[in-house]
């Protein structure tokens, strides 16, 4: 099936797919720091530039965007239907890099959490993937 936009509305559309301050990565800080969690965000110095990183803890979640990321038997991490080989690279290249980042973190030492975008779909998600996490790594505060 073609794709139903032009090559330049299509343009536009993936230039607004942003890579640091998603909806759901806010709102997954929000949680935590109501938590009393305190994090840094995108630490260059480590491996993929974590979106939060937990020092205190030795701690790293990624939130990863079900379609970009693939997460297995999510109906988000679907595949184009046009220009489908360059897709299918383009996942297995993501998908990878995110292999490789979680083995050097290990390898530095760190703790690495994932968490899928349609696990944060709603605030009660939301503070149940907060309430995990916290209890993954330890913390006893509750919010």
């Not at 942003?18 to 109501?34: F, G, I, K, M, V």
């Amino acid at each position: 099936m073609p794709d139903f936009l032009s090559p330049r509305e299509r343009s536009e559309r993936m230039s607004r797919i942003r890579s640091r301050d998603t909806s759901p990565e806010l709102a997954l800080r929000r949680a935590l720091h109501a938590r009393g969690l305190r994090f840094r965000v995108n630490d260059r110095r480590l491996p993929g530039k974590p979106d939060i990183v937990l020092p205190r803890f030795k701690t790293v979640i990624l939130v990863h965007g079900c379609f970009w990321h693939r997460h297995e038997g999510c109906k988000v991490a679907s595949t184009p239907k046009s220009n489908t080989a360059f897709w299918e690279d383009k996942f297995a290249r993501n998908v990878a890099r995110d292999v490789r980042n979680t083995s050097d973190l290990n390898a530095l030492g760190w703790n690495v959490i994932v968490v899928w975008e349609c696990e944060l779909a709603s605030q009660r998600k939301v503070a149940e993937a907060a309430a995990r996490i916290a209890v993954d790594i330890g913390h006893q505060r509750q919010a």
